[in-house]
């Protein structure tokens, strides 16, 4: 039976990805996704070889054909964005794809066209079939490219008949989590022990408990605070919500990834690749 | 002057920038205010504990349908791009949360049988501590536009004296809609390769933008040239660097502003405003 | 009466796809004659948002009376429930069973939507 376990953070910064590369080291029979679209990281510490690129077609962009344009400001004037400057000029980064303009134009000369936001992509690394994307600069991040992604390495899993695939998940809280987190069968929430970091961590809980999914937690860069851990720790067990993993501040972890490679393989002795691979058996239990 | 603080993931410091830069300015008896556009997650307040004196219900427009009126003809169905309304066999039904306000249907309607509402997408708190204006926004949970109420708390920050504007993380609409109509924008990035790839889109992003900018590189010490080398090559100035500080990171977990237990810091501040008035001046 | 069915593909042996709104097809089965047809739903694969509605919007020009799927979000549960479409949630099966088990009264009526959106 295919298991799909999905890292997410809600903050940034608190080393997810650099999680789910060691976690990809470990894991073997899988398929990863980086579903992080916005802010793509995971590639650069798998270095993928690249077997497909596919491009991602979403919303629409209007389009002013001067030379039909009767400048009669209609446009402008309907235009509830502000997306249309007085030269009659479009721009595309305010631009909604809402097609008033076209709708109304009295010439013809506004047209809707589909819009490229981004790519996505197969590649081959060493741990295995990778699926990633890109979203365009400025584009809307509805989920809808996670959704993508994750179909997408569900069908290679299906495929290659592979037992997990490993999700590094967006952070936050909205639209492309929720399309991240639905079907999971283990959400990993990665931590840290400060103020910010607990809000955060609390919002991300109740939007796991919303939807049902099975959650453990990893305290991450656990020394900053510890009096914070323990009591993140206290009320994880209050709520049954299993701590699979506690790792101090460990800047190997940088050397790393400035070396493009997780711990695992950078300092497969160091306390924090030994705290993974715990981490991993325990999350190996938790979805079997 | 209006200086937003960005960065093109989260997590590298912008709030710990943004917060301190605008305690150092009100501590100096500047007029100052503090304008938190990360509105899915404002954590500026944390390290403030303002007193907070009012606040506005920010509205959007969406349609509401009358009944007697509607033909069930189906055009508003058919223009809007957003799926916000279907028509069934003659019965508008329509989604609030998935409009985009853009009022097409209610210019499409024949028999003017659709008129405009609102609905509450969040709320603009306005606080203060000590001299410092503090202005955020707080984005309803589940809530996917926050372009609109972005701009409405920046509407409220728009005071004299300098404002700062903490962004939305990322390079799509929120951020956009936070840095936009700034006069100068900071990118705070970490010397890392996750970072340099962050920094490489967010600078992507304020060069379409056509926005003057410069780079700050938080725990400077950690990891490796690259940002460096790449500001270099694109000609970007650093105008910041602070180097990994276990007290920092201290301070930040608790919720301090660590200029107050770590004052020699404040030189770099004054180092930094005045690097950004000479940027913006040219 | 004509029951659609959430589905991976065009025949009866296929699987039922459990999601609704991003399902690739739906199979309109005519109960009375045992006859059945395919109706596409990739356009609604790539739309940014409300699937479930536009899909819902689909069924009710089809004329379809039932619908039995996987999974229904508050959305389309709406939609479908405005138009008196019945709707009868199923485990993972294929098409054939999940047509029998409803002939044989084996499936409850829906109430509510039993997903949030933004199930994929």
Known sequence: MLKEIVVISGKGGTGKTSVVAALAALFDNKVLADCDVDAADLHLVLNPEIIENHEFWSGKTANIDKSKCINCNKCLELCQFEAISDEMVIDKISCEGCGVCFHFCPSGAISLQDNLAGHWYISKTKYGTFVHAKLGIAEENSGKLVTLVKNKARELAAKENKSIILVDGPPGIGCPVIASISGANLVLIITEPTLSGIHDLTRVLSLNKHFNVQTAVCINKSDINQEMTASIIKNCQENNIPVVGVIPYDNSVTKAQIQGLSILEFNPESHTAQIIRKMQEEIITLIS | MRIAIASGKGGTGKTTISSNLAYYLSSQGQATTLVDCDVEEPNNHIFFNPAWYGSEMVQMPVPEVEAEKCTGCGKCAEICEFNALVCLKGNVLIFPELCHGCKGCIMVCPTSALKETTREIGEVQLGIKDRLNIVQGVLRIGEAMSPPLIRKVKEHGDNNGTVIIDCPPGTSCPMIQAVRGSDFVLLVTEPTPFGLNDLKLAVETIRELNLPFAVCINRSTIGDNKVHDYCKQEKIPIILEIPEDREIAQAYSQGRLFLKTLPHYQIQFDTLLKNIKELVVC | ?120
């Not at chain 3, 004509?2 to 709104?21: H, P, Q, V, W, Y």
């Not at chain 3, 089809?62 to 405005?82: M, R």
């Open chain 3, 1 to 120: 009466m004509k029951i659609a069915i959430s589905a991976n593909d065009s025949s009866l042996e296929s699987t039922l796809d459990m999601r609704f709104g991003r399902a690739p097809s739906f199979l309109i089965y005519e109960l009375e004659q045992q006859t059945y047809k395919s109706i596409d739903n990739t356009q609604n694969l790539s739309s940014a948002q409300g699937a479930g509605i536009q899909s819902a919007q689909n069924l009710v020009n089809a004329d379809v009376k039932v619908l039995i799927t996987g999974n229904v979000g508050p959305k389309a549960f709406q939609v479908l429930k405005t138009a008196g479409v019945d709707i009868y949630l199923t485990p993972q099966t294929t098409i054939q069973e999940a047509i029998d088990n409803f002939k044989a009264g084996k499936l409850t009526k829906s109430e509510t939507n039993n997903v949030e959106g933004h199930w994929v």
